[in-house]
């Protein structure tokens, strides 16, 4: 692609969907014009950009937008496709890549929202969900430094944003996510390690303070 290139993320600062694509154009070194987006107030862009879901992340490229977040992943690493590659190049493991950044996609999201918005037999059964799913994605992940082996990829970029959660699903689920899954801790500390990862998530405490507003907004009552 040509560096004359305009690129916009319209975003927000606290979504994991929107984090993911930040960490993707940081891996690859892409500069763009990073626009905050009100879902309350949406603007005439997103509205134009994304006609379906009208929903962010929404990644626009000379004019051209593309949706949704792995899809805009995998969209980043075949366009920019000179450095820090993201989805290996084998056909099999690309697709046990992509595999499981699907399976974060599907699960981890809605579970972890279901955790510290219900209460009761919901909340109950979301802990539990949830447990089981980390303790899959530790299977997955084993002695690995990364879900792809040495290589930082998709999988990696779907579920690092829920990092900035720990310390909020500690609070809501009554866990300890070190006692617990520290495979995972461990990982999410390496990630951090990255500077596409720490210049981009928010740390675990504003995250529970938005978290927090959040539920007041909703009128969410301990």
Same mark, same amino acid.
């Given at each position: 692609?040509? +560096?004359?290139?305009?690129?916009?993320?319209?975003?927000?600062?606290?979504?994991?969907?929107?984090?993911?694509?930040?960490?993707?154009?940081?891996?690859?070194?892409?500069?763009?014009?990073?626009?905050?987006?009100?879902?309350?107030?949406?603007?005439?862009?997103?509205?134009?950009?994304?006609?379906? *879901?009208?929903?962010?992340?929404?990644? =626009?490229?000379?004019? /051209?937008?593309?949706?949704e977040s792995l899809v805009i992943v995998?969209?980043i690493d075949e366009v920019w496709n000179?450095?820090?590659?993201l989805l290996p190049s084998d056909p099999?493991?690309?697709?046990?890549? !992509?595999?499981?950044?699907?399976?974060?996609?599907?699960?981890?999201? %809605?579970?972890?929202?279901?955790?510290? !918005?219900?209460?009761?037999?919901? *909340?109950?059964?979301?802990?539990?969900?949830? $447990?089981?799913?980390?303790?899959? &994605?530790?299977?997955?992940?084993?002695?690995?430094?990364?879900?792809?082996? !040495? +290589?930082?990829? %998709?999988?990696?970029?779907?579920?690092?944003?829920?990092?900035?959660?720990?310390?909020? &699903?500690?609070?809501?689920?009554?866990?300890?996510?070190?006692?617990?899954?520290?495979?995972?801790?461990?990982?999410?500390?390496?990630?951090?390690? /990255?500077?596409?990862?720490? +210049?981009?998530?928010?740390?675990?405490?504003?995250?529970?303070?938005? $978290?927090?507003? &959040?539920? !007041?907004?909703?009128? =969410? =009552?301990?």
């Open positions: 692609m040509s +560096t004359t290139d305009e690129v916009i993320l319209l975003d927000l600062k606290f979504s994991p969907s929107g984090l993911r694509v930040r960490i993707a154009l940081k891996e690859k070194g892409i500069a763009y014009d990073y626009r905050e987006e009100d879902l309350s107030n949406k603007s005439s862009l997103l509205l134009e950009m994304n006609p379906v *879901h009208k929903m962010i992340p929404v990644l =626009i490229l000379n004019g /051209r937008p593309i949706c995998e969209y000179d450095n820090s590659p099999y493991n690309r697709s046990h890549a !992509k595999f499981w950044a699907d399976y974060i996609n599907k699960k981890i999201y %809605i579970l972890a929202t279901k955790l510290w !918005k219900t209460k009761g037999e919901a *909340h109950a059964e979301a802990k539990k969900e949830l $447990i089981s799913s980390f303790k899959l &994605l530790e299977a997955e992940l084993g002695d690995k430094p990364y879900f792809g082996g !040495k +290589t930082f990829g %998709i999988p990696d970029i779907a579920l690092i944003p829920f990092y900035s959660w720990f310390y909020t &699903l500690e609070k809501f689920g009554n866990l300890s996510m070190n006692d617990e899954f520290p495979k995972l801790v461990t990982w999410g500390e390496r990630c951090m390690k /990255r500077e596409s990862v720490s +210049t981009s998530l928010p740390n675990q405490y504003e995250t529970h303070d938005f $978290i927090l507003g &959040l539920r !007041k907004k909703l009128g =969410i =009552i301990d």
